[in-house]
């Protein structure tokens, strides 16, 4: 038997378990760049309306929310119009659930691909947040688009101030967080299927939980007793920021906003750690 020196060339793992090589990824971006293509064009390429698709989701839920929550309900929304407010809640949650949704069977939509042919096994999640992120956009221009209706009909002032340049900091934490939590489920589905029917039901619960379609300080005055649960939400804290923000509220929370950040980047690298290990055995379990 050949001693381990005598070998001219070793073939061993050189991946570790947090390893996020750019330089790979860098090297495969035109194959990242197709992976965003085709979740932009592919999506909705056999329907009727097409990517009207994106425009019509958020605005039909929007209505949907104001005639139940602030109609029917009776929640109030200051100074801000109730169908404006939904809409910027939405257009953030928006981002963050199909971020989630969409990389959480990574592994199992790709098994054919994965089998196949070697590639950063990465790039298809970011992919996915990256699309996402063109999907967002579109979103956003629809949401100033009706902020500058509603200015320009008298129904709200516009209050925009220096807490604008916080939004590159929501995004991205929006983004890590659905990146690590669809990372994290996407490798638990290899071995336990129950958590793909569990997922819709977990989202919308989640939804419900991160002050979506209410302020945060109407929990408080009402439900005192479980309002911690969504006022130490982190996805909540986004939203409820992201909302401040657009409406020009002063009072935000500096320090939270790191709070929350340093929280998606630990969830980024949890998640980052579960799909490393399971790239490398998942195709026996799926």
């Known amino acids: 038997m050949a001693n ?23 090297r495969y971006r035109d194959l990242l760049f197709l992976f965003v293509k085709r979740d932009i064009i592919t999506l909705y390429k056999q329907t009727i309306l097409g990517p009207l698709w994106y425009l019509i989701q958020p605005l039909f839920t929007s209505v949907i929310f104001t005639l139940i929550f602030n109609n029917v ?25 199909n971020c989630l949704m969409n990389t959480s069977d990574t592994f199992k939509k790709n098994e054919a691909i994965f089998g196949k042919v070697y590639f950063p096994r990465v790039i298809v999640p970011l992919s996915i947040v990256i699309s996402n992120l063109v999907r967002f ?14 200015i320009s009909t008298g129904e709200m002032q516009l209050s925009l101030n220096y807490t604008l340049i ?10 890590l ?28 619960l989640l939804m ?53 950040l340093m929280i998606s980047f630990i969830i980024f690298l ?11 055995n998942f195709i026996d379990t799926v």
């Open 4 to 26: 381990k020196d005598q070998w001219i060339i070793e073939i061993t793992p050189k991946k570790s378990p947090l390893e996020f090589n750019f330089k790979e990824i860098w």
């Open 177 to 204: 967080t659905g990146l690590g939590l669809g990372n994290i489920i996407s490798s638990l589905v290899t071995k336990y299927r129950d958590l793909t029917y569990l997922l819709s039901f977990g989202i919308q």
């Open 73 to 97: 309900a009776g929640i109030e929304t200051g100074k801000v119009p109730p169908f404006l407010f939904n809409l910027a809640g939405i257009t953030a949650w928006g981002y963050f659930k």
């Open 137 to 150: 956009g579109i979103q956003l221009l629809i949401f100033v688009s009706f902020y500058v209706y509603f």
């Open 166 to 175: 916080y939004i590159p900091f929501i995004v991205i934490t929006m983004g």
């Open 208 to 260: 419900y939980l991160s002050a979506v379609m209410y302020p945060i300080h109407v929990i408080k005055e009402k439900v005192p007793k479980i309002s911690w649960i969504i006022e130490y939400n982190p996805i909540a804290t986004i939203i409820e920021t992201f909302r401040n923000i657009s409406f020009g509220d002063s009072n935000i929370s500096i320090i939270r906003i790191l709070i929350v």
């Open 270 to 280: 949890l998640g980052l750690l579960v799909f490393n290990r399971t790239e490398k």
